[in-house]
């Protein structure tokens, strides 16, 4: 079975500064892995996704996230936050290739600090 | 990219009534959909699987009887939420699954109110 841990429910940062949002998944298959952004009152929209190609991944917005599998993490990095980035963050595990559900982790609230 | 529209983004009805929510996917045919719900400050909950031509299923714990779903087309899948009642409401979200690949694309969700 698959799941996923956000480990963080709430991050804040500074504007400029870097962002980390963790995630850490189990999947009994090779996994896809998945981050989407959702901002207040509205729906998800997808940041970045890896499908078992390159492991570091960049996204869209200047996101980017590298898949370790030895540490079954996949997090989501930023090097400068903006603070058009605050918003909630999912992390989402697929098995490869089926048509299995996501998985959604609990998510992580960026708080941007002007 | 592909576009997933979801209609009404916004509802509200009175209890006992039926609402009906529409998700499609604009580009692209999706042979599966998916509906979650989310309560607020809350991750999403899935409720159901739909596949094309057939009956969607539904997870555990999710009155199938009271959330209707419909799958009739390859671009078009519906919630009907049934003699709505007010812990009904809730943000719905719904998302389409392309034929080819695994990516997944979500609507922009659907507020319903019941007062």
């Known amino acids: 079975a698959q799941s996923v841990t956000q480990l963080d429910s709430h991050v804040s940062v500074s504007e400029g500064t870097p962002v980390l949002l963790r995630c850490n998944y189990s999947s009994s298959y090779s996994p896809s892995l998945f981050w989407y952004v959702q901002h207040p009152n509205k729906g998800l929209q997808l940041l970045l996704k890896y499908t078992s190609a390159a492991t570091l991944v960049k996204g869209i917005n200047g996101f980017e996230a590298e898949f370790k599998k030895s540490e079954t993490s996949f997090h989501l990095t930023k090097p400068s936050a903006h603070m058009s980035d605050a918003a909630e963050y999912f992390c989402v595990v697929s098995d490869w290739g089926g048509n299995t559900p996501l998985v959604f982790g609990k998510g992580t609230r960026l708080s941007v600090i002007a | 990219g592909a576009v997933v529209s979801q209609h009404p983004s916004w509802v509200i009805c009175k209890s006992g009534t039926s609402v009906k929510i529409e998700c499609r996917s604009l580009?692209?045919?999706?042979?599966?959909m998916f509906w979650y719900r989310q309560f607020p400050k809350q991750s999403l909950m899935l409720m159901a699987t739909?596949?094309?031509?057939?009956?969607?299923?539904?997870e555990q714990g999710v009155e199938k009887d009271k959330f209707l779903i419909n799958h009739a087309s390859l671009t078009l899948s519906t919630l009907t939420v049934t003699s709505a009642h007010p812990e009904d409401s809730s943000f719905y979200i719904c998302?389409?699954?392309?034929?080819?690949?695994?990516?997944?694309?979500f609507g922009e969700g659907s507020w319903l109110t019941v007062v």
């Open positions: 998302s389409a699954k392309l034929a080819s690949g695994n990516t997944i694309y």
């Open positions: 580009d692209f045919q999706a042979t599966t």
């Open positions: 739909s596949n094309e031509g057939s009956k969607a299923t539904y």
